[in-house]
């Protein structure tokens, strides 16, 4: 029984509440509405007669502008700015219709009442929730009326277009402001509050301040948010300002952020809020930029505002709406420009780090030193050690050994920057990495090449396990048809792109958007023309050539010379595929540094010339004891043939002479003394 009569109440009570509701609710529908019709027949009036006749004669277009709220100076100014436009165009009026407090039940009215009205041509609105002015918006949106958003948008709806301030990215430089005021307060264990609200700009700003205060320095994004962050102020100053109040309570609040100037619109309480706080450590960051706040900042009252452009707002909203009717709508999202105003304190001491190549260049002047060493020892070994070479060997080995030393020498001059020398010496030394370059690689890929063809050549003949002979007119051959362009190419270019060194800006910035790092390097006048020649020239050289190593590779030559001539092939090869386009891609970005670039110079050309210099010239120095002693084995083999010729040629004399002849019966005796005598040896 008990439970009966509970239920019973409760549906007793709840009937009541909703006969008591609906009035309240159609008088709140029907003051909207009556407020809508005031409106429009005071600008009736204003006009002088009926809307619908002075649509007809005087306006062409009349599109209404709804703000959150009406009485905020912030909307003002987007009144001003609709106004404004409306004024210049002459054929347009600008209604400016919204509730005294936010209210997004209120804007639908309005929305409601001028549908009903037919008067306007075009609405926009800056919402205040989008859940519940999407349904306004679409019906609008039904009935023919192009409805565009300001300031606040509802991107779900079916709005033709968005017009105002990128609210991520207002986000984004709110949070910016507090680390350039406080850059060292997340070290310091600091909290940080948000004044919000529902709008959905509002939202958008949330996420973009977390984001842009969480991806920042490690530093930085130790800046924690408070539990019970943000608070919704309803985007009303009284109420805002009490939030102040329980924000600045917090011992652990060290910044608090509101997103819009509602607590500072309140002159006095505002001061006095500050006044009270004088003796805390704590940032004050707001959002819009009024006059009334760029005041109180001048006053000390502020630390940092980010404002918007209201003004632009209103007549950019006008313009869209004006587009939209004539069916000129270019763009649906139309974003205003951002403002930040500051009070700078006393800023450290500024240290720029030039990423100079400082004691790197040892590491380079190394790298060269010992690609000199090896050519220098190899360049010994043919002239001193002559006898072992074959004499057409002797030009192959040379070339190697003069085309690693020029392409290694490459590093010298990029180890030039103005730590050291002048920019006019540091366009010197510039101006010889082409040829270095280009000179050393012809050098050295016309040796490989005459080789690699020779053993191809001998493989078509038949003449597999011989030794492949490289004349000089093999090797001159593609050396001169590759340096032909090539000299051509690069007269022209130290003539016409003679370099530059420059000292460009990089990414790296202080808190307070001072530059702290610059990169440095040497540019080419007509690099667009030239490099892509070289490139060309390179790539093409070392594909035909691997492409005749791979035809060439069942030849079979002496201590596996065809294997590793192939080898240094494809070590040019790969080399050039991965750091040619690192390269490029280092020196063109401003990420990287001068000494990243360099680095990537000096592993480049060391790849590439000490192992050709160790495939080549290891194995040919191996086989000395084996050359040696084979040609001693030959030398001894022809002394022993000549003294056995000797001896066979002394005993066939010797038989010879021991020859018994007869001779007739009456010479015997006459002639047997004188052949005694003429026998003996």
Request: charged letters at 20%; a negative charge; aromatic letters at 10%.
């Amino acid at each position: 029984m008990f439970l009966l009569l509970c239920s019973r109440i409760c549906i007793i009570s709840f009937g009541f509440c909703s006969i008591l509701s609906f009035p309240v609710i159609g008088i709140e529908t029907k003051a909207v509405d009556d407020y809508v019709e005031t409106k429009l027949e005071n600008e009736t009036i204003a006009v002088g007669g009926y809307v619908e006749t002075e649509l007809e004669n005087d306006y062409e277009y009349t599109f209404a502008v709804i703000p959150k709220v009406s009485t905020l100076p912030f909307f003002d100014e987007v009144r001003l700015g609709c106004e404004a436009e409306a004024a210049r165009l002459g054929n347009v009026k600008c209604l400016f219709l919204g509730p005294e407090e936010e209210n997004p039940v209120v804007q639908n009215a309005i929305i409601r009442g001028l549908i009903k009205s037919k008067q306007v041509q075009g609405i926009a609105i800056s919402v205040s929730d989008d859940r519940i002015n999407k349904q306004s918006i679409d019906r609008a949106m039904e009935v023919g009326i192009p409805v565009i958003t300001f300031d606040s948008d509802s991107p779900d709806s079916s709005r033709l277009a968005y017009v105002g301030t990128d609210n991520y990215m207002f986000g984004n430089l709110l949070a910016k402001v507090l680390l350039q005021l406080d850059p060292e307060g997340g070290k310091l264990g600091g909290k940080y509050g948000l004044v919000s609200g529902t709008g959905t700009n509002l939202i958008e700003r949330e996420k973009g301040f977390r984001d842009h205060i969480n991806s920042a320095d490690p530093l930085y994004a130790q800046w924690k948010e408070v539990d019970y962050s943000p608070s919704n102020c309803k985007e009303n100053e009284t109420i805002a300002l009490e939030q102040m109040y329980l924000y600045a309570g917090d011992p652990e609040i060290r910044a608090i952020v509101p997103f819009g100037a509602w607590s500072m619109l309140d002159i006095n309480g505002w001061k006095k809020f500050v006044d009270s706080q004088k003796n805390k450590t704590m940032s004050l960051v707001n959002g819009d930029a009024l006059d009334i706040q760029i005041e109180l900042l001048n006053g000390n009252y502020c630390d940092g505002l980010v404002g918007q452009l209201p003004f632009e707002m209103g007549r950019l909203s006008i313009e869209t709406l004006l587009s939209i009717t004539k069916g000129e709508l270019k763009e649906s999202i139309i974003n205003t420009n951002l403002l930040q105003i500051l009070r700078v304190p006393n800023l450290p001491l500024l240290i720029v780090n030039n990423n100079n190549i400082s004691s790197l260049r040892y590491f380079g002047y190394g790298v060269f030193g010992v690609i000199a060493l090896f050519s220098v020892a190899g360049g010994f070994y043919c002239v001193v050690i002559r006898k072992v070479v074959h004499r057409n060997q002797l030009c192959f080995l040379m070339m190697i050994c003069a085309g690693t030393l020029i392409l290694g020498s490459f590093v010298i001059p990029t180890g030039f920057d103005d730590e050291y020398y002048t920019p006019r010496q540091i366009a010197k030394a510039c101006a010889t990495t082409p040829w270095l370059v280009m000179i050393g690689f012809n050098t050295l890929f016309s040796a490989l090449f005459a080789k690699k063809w020779r053993f191809y050549q001998n493989l078509k003949e038949g003449k597999n396990n011989s030794n492949a002979t490289v004349t000089d007119r093999d090797i001159m051959l593609p050396f001169v048809t590759l340096m032909t362009p090539t000299l051509i190419c690069l007269i022209l270019w130290t003539v016409y792109g003679y370099p530059e060194y420059i000292r460009q800006p990089g990414e790296g910035t202080d808190a307070w958007n001072r530059i702290t790092q610059t990169n440095g390097q040497c540019t080419f006048g007509y690099s667009n023309i030239f490099f892509p020649i070289f490139i060309v020239i390179i790539f093409a050289s070392l594909l035909i050539g691997n492409i005749i190593s791979f035809m060439a590779r069942s030849y079979k030559s002496d201590s596996h010379e065809n294997e590793l001539v192939g080898l240094s092939l494809a070590t040019m090869l790969q080399a050039s595929i991965i750091g040619v386009p690192l390269l490029h891609t280092a020196r063109i970005s401003i990420s990287y540094g001068h000494r990243s670039v360099y680095v990537i110079q000096i592993l480049l050309v060391s790849v590439i010339c000490i192992t050709i210099q160790l495939l080549i010239f290891i194995p040919k120095i191996r086989s000395i004891p084996t050359q040696i002693n084979g040609n001693n084995r030959k030398l001894t083999s022809t002394t022993e043939n000549c003294t056995t010729d000797k001896h066979s040629e002394v005993h066939s004399v010797r038989e010879i002479t021991s020859v018994r002849i007869k001779f007739p019966s009456n010479l015997e005796s006459g002639r047997r003394s004188s052949i005694s005598t003429s026998s003996g040896y």
